[in-house]
């Protein structure tokens, strides 16, 4: 499909492809917009389904009765609706949601200015469009106006219209007054059931979000959060430290990557005591280690999350940490991403500055990814640039990526920070690498994130070789 738009003119195939988005990344109870997304896929599938029903059976009832034009507007609504569903369940969502919210409103508007009321059965059919407002205004809630404001509007100005009913039918397409009181009962059902399916549908959302949340709070609790932990090794090989990566194994889901719950942790909060956590575990490893003479050099990096940097007490908190634990501060460095350091610049320096005082390192994690700009680099207090693991990544295909590597190497050269290489995972990776100056990598090639009793085992085994071989990756000298 791609290859066949993508000989489209620019314009036309950048709209078609955003029409068919697909947003299968995003079903996920983790994210705002995974849950969004979720949400979206159940209105469709709830409200496509009950269209299929009851558009099909009336579409059978005029048949009977030779009114061609209401077959029609039921036959369309038929038909689309199980397109709706079957993008929906490809979950090709955006293009569901247009088709199924514009096929039923004007479905239901048609049907209501053809449809005279009498005065034994007055007009039901605007019913209908009290969960297409709802529906419709849930949907597209992240969308443009039209489709965020546009389409809810129509609902409830075609209610306001039909409540009235001052709308004029056109002569000869009213409905047979036979079905008048079955219609009535209809719409009644549809009307209602379907504003409480849209209710339902939020609610079962809100609650999801709610376990999760509660789950990870007791995680905290119960101490189902460990930390694994991925070398770092210098040019010959040598492990001179370690990133600290977070992992909760679950009771009942099994393990679940970090990459899943940090963002609810960082929408709910909840990453400020996790990051706590983190930290404390880290140092109470680094205390263990100053302990042991072959491991009293490691370092620990620890990601901060910009929530939990941006709290008032932060320094305070981890000058705290630090020497409750009695640890060497320089032995910790902590991992910013470029977003967290974006804004509040004076504040940003000043935080480092009182951290780096003390002792403790920092590193730009990701680099290369976000906003940083060139004075920004120059004000921070920083000791180290991470480059992002996209970059290594596609280092072999895309020339340009090279010529990235490359100017950040240099660039960190100039302004006196040091440099490491995350998501090595070929040789050629590291010989692109080594070849343009890096001189600390960290990636599957050396080693998996680990748990402490693997990682202590493959520290304990003397050489670089042996350690490749223990850890089943070869060894960089
Ligand atoms: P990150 O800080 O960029 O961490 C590196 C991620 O890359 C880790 O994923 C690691 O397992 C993975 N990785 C390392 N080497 C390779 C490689 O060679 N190839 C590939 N494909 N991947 C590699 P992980 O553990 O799933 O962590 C994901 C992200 O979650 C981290 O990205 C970090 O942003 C966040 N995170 C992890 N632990 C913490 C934490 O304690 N606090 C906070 N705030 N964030 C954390
Ligand atoms: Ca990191
Ligand atoms: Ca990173």
Known sequence: MYSYFSRLPRPFFNLIRRFCTFDEDHISQWTSTGRHNIRVKNLILIGGSTAIVVAGAWGLYFLTKHNTVFVAINLATVLSSIVAICLASRNRLRAAAIIIAHVLLLAVITSCILKAPTPGFPR??????????????L????EKPYLRVGLPLLGVLAFVAFSTNSIPVPAGLSLPSDAGSIGMWVNNITGLGGTCAVVAVMHSSLSARRALESDMWQALARGEFHLAYQPQVNESGRIFGVEALLRWNHP???????????PLAEETGMIIPIGEWVLRTACAQLAEWAKVPHKAHLTIAVNVSALQFRQPDFVQQVKQIVSLSGINPSRLELELTESAVAEDSDNVVKKMQALKRHG???????????????????????????IDQSFVRDLLTDERNIAIVDTIIQLSGNLGLKVIAEGVETEEHLQVLSKAGCKSYQGYLFSRPLPISALDELIGVSSPSQRAEKAGRRHVA
Not at 124 to 137: D, K, Q
Not at 139 to 142: L, Q
Not at 254 to 260: A, D, K, L, N, T
Request: proline share 7%.
């Open 124 to 137: 039901s059919g605007h019913l209908n469009l009290l969960p297409l407002i709802a529906g419709t205004f």
């Open 252 to 262: 009942t889901r099994g393990p679940i990557s970090p990459q899943e719950f940090i």
């Open 139 to 142: 949907i597209f809630i992240k």
């Open 360 to 386: 403790i390192t920092w590193s730009l994690d990701d680099f290369g990814t976000g906003y940083s700009s060139l004075s920004s680099l120059k004000r921070l207090p920083l000791d180290k640039l991470k």
